[in-house]
T-cell receptor, first 118, second 115 residues
């Protein structure tokens, strides 16, 4: 079946502009996660959704970052007034979450969106 | 707080030789442990996980990992490396049996397998 998809695959923007990144999780996966991967920094957790609610937003680095999820499916990550330090690969992942009969399941990752802020 | 350490930035091994990629963790309570692999310009792919049961876990592409509670380690192994195994490998941990908790990743280890 289809995996996690993300769009766009690449985004180049100017400092100060707003950007929206989209994630389509695997059908039936109730949990969705956003991560940021910077060179040499590993994966940095940003936010977790269970259904449409976000019980864990602890990784969002500033109030310029926000995310929403609608219909228990598609999620968008919005970065306002982008800065050069926001340049990174943004990864989305989904899992069965709490609907899978267990409290935790492996996460399946999308290919990522490479964001470059000039 | 939970954490993962991957002490080697890079591991070099010749094709056909056994490989080990090291991972140690810190978490309160029982750990759930994962290995992921990332090929260039791709997302992370799940390799294997330890939740409970046998300490030796077998996963995709001939990889396996051994959970060692006393050493808080979860090293990734493969008996015979392939050039196509060259990629970036991530170890991850979360707190088990507690509903949701954040999955914490290590910084990754680049594996280079030479022909």
């Amino acid at each position: 079946g289809a995996g996690v998809s993300q769009s766009p695959s690449n985004k180049v923007t100017e400092k100060g502009k707003d950007v929206e990144l989209r994630c389509d999780p695997i059908s039936g996966h109730t949990a969705l996660y956003w991560y940021r991967q910077s060179l040499g920094q590993g994966l940095e957790f940003l936010i977790y959704f269970q259904g449409n609610s976000a019980p864990d937003k602890s990784g969002l680095p500033s109030d310029r970052f926000s995310a929403e999820r609608t219909g228990g499916s598609v999620s968008t990550l919005t970065i306002q007034r982008t800065q050069q330090e926001d340049s990174a690969v943004y990864l989305c992942a989904s899992s069965l979450g709490l609907a899978g009969g267990r409290s935790y399941n492996e996460q399946f990752f999308g290919p990522g969106t490479r964001l470059t802020v000039l | 707080a939970q954490s993962v350490a991957q002490p080697e930035d890079q591991v070099n091994v010749a094709e056909g030789n056994p490989l080990t990629v090291k991972c140690t963790y810190s978490v309160s309570g029982n750990p759930y442990l994962f290995w992921y692999v990332q090929y260039p310009n791709r997302g992370l792919q799940f390799l294997l996980k330890y939740i409970t049961g046998d300490n030796l876990v077998k996963g995709s592409y001939g990889f396996e990992a051994e959970f060692n509670k006393s050493q808080t380690s979860f090293h990734l192994k493969k008996p015979s490396a392939l050039v196509s195994d060259s990629a970036l490998y991530f170890c991850a941990v979360t707190r088990g049996n507690s509903g949701y908790s954040t999955l914490t990743f290590g910084k990754g280890t680049m594996l280079l397998v030479s022909p």
